[in-house]
């Protein structure tokens, strides 16, 4: 491509309203432009990216024997009522009135109408297992749509539903696709980690994310320094921590402890750490109040909580509810002590030996309380967040460090939820009706461009894996009005071309400076420059984008150079060469 | 792909509310399932079809220097209410109303996005000329959504927007995509034919749809059997029509004709040739009515009328409607003799001596009517259906033909109505600002697979053209227990597979019959049957699909044989031979 006659249209600033790496560098680069809130154009360098994206997709998903459809962007409402989905999704569905005022949506995933293939289509065991999938177009109105792309409301993305006879097939065929994903994200070149994840209430057994390591990450990730334990923060657990050391004779105490209300007031004021404090949190679930407790030093998992206490999801109700579901309890000093209402404790307060707590009465708090002695042992679950240096609960000798990812990846077993509700059965060998049991499995395929970003930059730009880089090489014509310049220019570019290598010409008529910030800026992997001192002495300049001294190379040896450096850097790349710990 | 473990699920009888041949084949050659009213799935052999479409088209509009984005399909009604369109569109439109109640639309369409596109990122003639492109899905709620794929809703289209500083360079752009579209139906082995079509009231200088010729199209297309005129039937003319030969030196005459109001009752009641009677249908226009004069034997073209009258449509009114319009002209036995109303003769009015037309009394009829004599001459202008035997209005010495086309491209020189609109402009060499015009070049990409199959098939089922079929061979496995069948009919799926030919395995464990069914229904230009006596002889036998008698082929020779008919076959269909004339 040549950039003369190419929209790419870099900034020197990205517009105030991106907040993210990401977002700014694909205004910047030229990449992307917003049409609406959550809604944006893919420019042409761009949709290169996403393209590469989808190809290693598709190749992979291929490989892995799933079959491309395409299925329609508008569904009817129909489908959606018999999974029971479409009064439960909320408004992140886009809902639609066509012209005969009949309900559709644009679809934000596509369970319900592949399941109603599947009913139609899936006759016999012998046609099982089978996985579909599709690179698509797909909306969800989010609230707050933001990060650009990464959070956007209309995405381009990779889902897949597979079917089979029972759970020891989609056992293997989860592995496939397990093996699949990190097949993509490994040629992607990305740093990534596939991580244990929350099934929540839906029933299904087993479900993990891909992440991509970025510190800009919106999820945090888990992982042992030891063993290759690694799951969400919703999900990760534990194993139990110690016991506090020193066992406390004092008696149980109520102690004044005028407006202090929160752990660190009252660990300061009572002299204690806050690990010794046990913290009392009000939930509802299905209307009714529960008193969670917590060692003050940790943090409420409200997946956890609610899986505990069976339900969808439990409520945070705000302080004037929490007053008329407790009976009148004071806020910031509620207690387990002497209350009737059911109480949850996290496992990590079973170990205090004593500790202080709110004493349901303003101003109060308790000290000294012992379980047994002062109150009953209550019901207890992992209701908490882990915190790093938290022992591993598979090896237990390891311990858990946390990083922050960007969830690109989801597979999922699905279990009978939409083959049940959609009524799918196929016959067995024994002529029996069956229920199939499904996958699903999902990528976001321009999240993906926005992750790589995340991960892979630097203050001057982007800095892109080969594999998903829009063109391998940038040509920097020094000066279009030097003759010599233009042939070695131009002659790289048709012999890149034909060596089937991407590259992008810059032959604008315009300073070198701003070639070269243009250049770091859209980040091709390899930079060469054809003009200058260095053309004079019959070579041209090499710059390794990721880093390194400019290379001098005889202009009849930079083709190979460039190949083989290519190579290189691919290879390394898609060998997830630092990949855990990049960036 | 192996048929077997692949969803290819063959129907023998279609649906019956599939009405079209290309409609029944993609249902019972398993390469679409409805999911609603013009919304369908693309199963995994139709969706191979509708990629090579596409790739196609990509690369031609690529090699034609245009550059690829990718735009959203949701797109803000304020951008339509900028153009204009947002009430102009009508129910096509699908609108929807996003979680904040803000308008918008699933587009059918991409002007408005484009062009808000330009106005922000093209600032400088030295961008220019510029031409965009997408493959994109688009909705259209089509009132009556019909023929499958062919008239649906949802469906798949590649649109491209051009900016040139001028009209000299928008021809240059506008001749380019002529010829890339040329290119592209060439490329599909497809029969087709551009031709001149009526840029309506738009304002649009030039247009050119692409027909490929089937005799199931909805569209009219005329051609000159002499030279290269050929045009839509809404925009083809004929040079003038001879007079009719006698002259007539009756005078006009008052008849009285009973009951007598269609014009074939009139030409056999007063034994007239339908040729010398003058039909007079009232049109409103602006509210206005307008008296149109036609010969009998001739069709109003509502198109050209309302380009005659300078109105974006006419409108036809009800019976009852016309009496008021016309102050109680009687319907049936109206005439422009005497008239007050604003009265449009078609040009071949022009040239009868003499002719019978309604009296404007009920139940008569006047005959010998004279121009100049009985009523003055009215303005005239084309207003009428061109018919067979025509004479051509380009060379005037070859006749019109009609054929029948399925418009699967469109080209446009839009002029300036959206750069104008939405305000784009771009400064020019001195420095002024200048509004950029703008072409629109679209290409029907899913609409492209149920044309081919309407042009290409037999009683059996469908014929691919080498570049569109879903599998260019298919292995018919004669029998899956018999080891030299399954060995010969692997060797040649490994063989194939290697030379980068797409082969379509048909492994499965069923009778011979079926699968030769199948394999004429699903219509791959090669087959090759593993099996029988002729293998027993170290034979495979090939069966090209288009016809013709079986090749008895070594087995050794089966590759080289396979791949030389299918370079023969490509060869013959994309230089289009027997395109014009093709069905």
Not at 87 to 99: M, P, S, T, V, W
Not at 329 to 356: C, H, K, N, Q, W
Not at 496 to 501: E, F, K, N, P
Request: aromatic share 6%; proline share 6%.
């Amino acid at each position: 491509m040549r950039f003369s006659v190419a929209l790419i249209p870099t900034l020197k600033e990205a517009p105030v309203e991106a907040h993210t790496v990401s977002h700014r560098l694909m205004l910047r680069a030229g990449l992307i432009r917003p049409l609406g809130s959550g809604i944006y154009t893919w420019l042409p360098v761009g949709l290169k990216i996403l393209r590469k994206v989808e190809a290693i997709v598709r190749q992979e998903m291929d490989a892995a024997g799933a079959q491309e459809v395409l299925m329609p962007a508008v569904q009817p409402a129909e489908l959606w009522r018999e999974s029971g989905r479409w009064d439960f999704y909320g408004k992140e569905l886009l809902r639609i009135l066509d012209r005969h005022e009949r309900e559709f949506c644009f679809g934000p995933t596509h369970e319900e109408v592949i399941t109603d293939l599947a009913r139609r289509e899936l006759k016999s065991y012998r046609q099982l297992p089978v996985n579909f999938y599709q690179i698509q177009t797909k909306f969800r109105d989010e609230i707050r749509p933001r990060f650009g792309i990464m959070r956007g409301r209309e995405f381009l993305m990779k889902d897949a539903y597979s079917f089979d006879m029972d759970a020891t097939g989609l056992d293997v065929t989860y592995r496939a696709m397990h093996a699949a994903y990190t097949r993509i994200f490994q040629r992607c070149g990305l740093g990534f980690r596939p991580v244990e994840a929350d099934t929540g209430s839906i029933g299904g057994s087993s479900s993990h994310e891909f992440h991509v390591l970025a510190s800009s990450g919106e999820d945090v990730i888990a992982s042992c320094t030891r063993c290759d334990y690694a799951a969400n923060l919703e999900k990760a657990t534990s194993a139990p921590l110690s016991a506090s050391a020193t066992p406390d004779d004092e008696p149980m105490r109520l102690v004044a402890t005028p407006g202090k209300k929160s752990i660190p007031e009252v660990s300061a004021f009572l002299n204690l750490p806050e690990s010794r404090l046990v913290k009392c949190l009000v939930v509802e679930a299905g209307g009714r109040p529960h008193l969670l407790l917590l060692r003050g030093d940790h943090e409420l998992n409200l997946v956890k909580a609610a899986n505990a206490l069976g339900v969808d999801a439990v409520q945070v109700p705000e302080p004037g509810r929490i007053a008329e579901l407790t009976g009148g309890l004071p806020v910031g000093y509620m207690g387990p002590v002497g209350t009737t209402l059911p109480i949850l404790a996290d496992r990590a307060t079973e170990s205090l030996v004593s500790f202080a707590c709110g004493a349901n009465q303003t101003d109060h708090h308790l000290t000294g309380v012992v379980w047994e002695r002062d109150l009953p042992r209550p019901a207890c679950a992992d209701l908490r967040n882990v915190q790093p240096d938290d022992p591993c609960p598979r090896c237990a000798e390891g311990h858990l460090r946390l990083d922050r990812g960007i969830e690109v990846g989801h597979i999922f077993k699905l279990g009978e939820k939409y083959s049940k509700a959609l009524n799918v059965t196929v016959l067995d060998p024994e002529g029996k009706e069956r229920t199939p049991i499904m996958g699903c499995y999902g990528i976001g395929v321009s999240r993906i461009v926005a992750a790589a970003i995340e991960q892979n930059h630097d203050d001057n730009g982007i800095i892109w894996p080969v594999a998903l880089a829009p063109f391998e090489v940038e040509i920097l014509l020094a000066n279009p009005n030097d003759a010599l310049s233009v042939q070695t220019a131009e002659s790289l570019y048709a012999g890149l071309t034909a060596m089937g290598i991407g590259v992008l010409l810059d032959d604008r008529d315009d300073r070198l400076g701003v070639k070269f910030k243009d250049a770091d800026l859209i980040g091709c992997p390899l930079r060469v420059m054809a003009g200058g001192r260095a053309l004079k002495e019959g070579k041209v300049e090499i710059q390794i984008r990721k880093g390194g001294d400019p290379l001098q190379v005889p202009v009849a040896e930079a083709l190979a150079t460039l190949r083989d450096l290519l190579g290189k850097l691919a290879g390394e790349e898609s060998n997830g060469v630092g990949s855990w710990t990049q960036n």
